[in-house]
């Protein structure tokens, strides 16, 4: 079993930045990939940005030049810088660790962008 705790979120005005983190416990050496998903109220979860077990980076349009993932894998930890936030960015955040035998997901954490 894998287990993600994800850390960072909070409220921030437009324009600020956050940086979330997701650790992961548990058997959780070995993922092909990971990354950040965000679902807003009443909407779908998409797809933010993630980073592969080689390094390669995929962001959605959205998050395109303000946000960053990187990773540490000796800790096992997965990062996303946001930088610019806009009000729209207001979701629930997700992080995902994906291996050969299937997903894992963190409990989400709250970011609002409001002044």
């Known amino acids: 079993q894998v287990q993600l705790v994800e850390s960072g979120g909070g409220l921030v005005q437009p324009g600020g930045s956050l940086r979330l983190s997701c650790a992961a416990s548990g058997n959780a050496f070995g993922a092909n990939a990971m990354g950040w998903y965000r679902q807003a109220p009443g909407k779908q979860r998409d797809l933010v940005a993630s980073?592969?077990?080689?390094?390669?980076?995929n962001y959605a349009d959205s998050a395109k030049g303000r946000f960053i993932i990187s990773r540490d894998n000796a800790k096992n930890t997965v990062y996303l810088q946001m930088n610019s936030l806009k009000p729209e960015g207001t979701a629930v955040y997700y992080c995902?660790?994906?291996?050969?035998?299937?997903?894992?997901w963190g409990q989400g954490t709250q970011v609002t962008v409001s002044s």
């Open positions: 980073i592969t077990s080689g390094g390669s980076t």
């Open positions: 995902n660790f994906r291996y050969v035998i299937g997903d894992y």
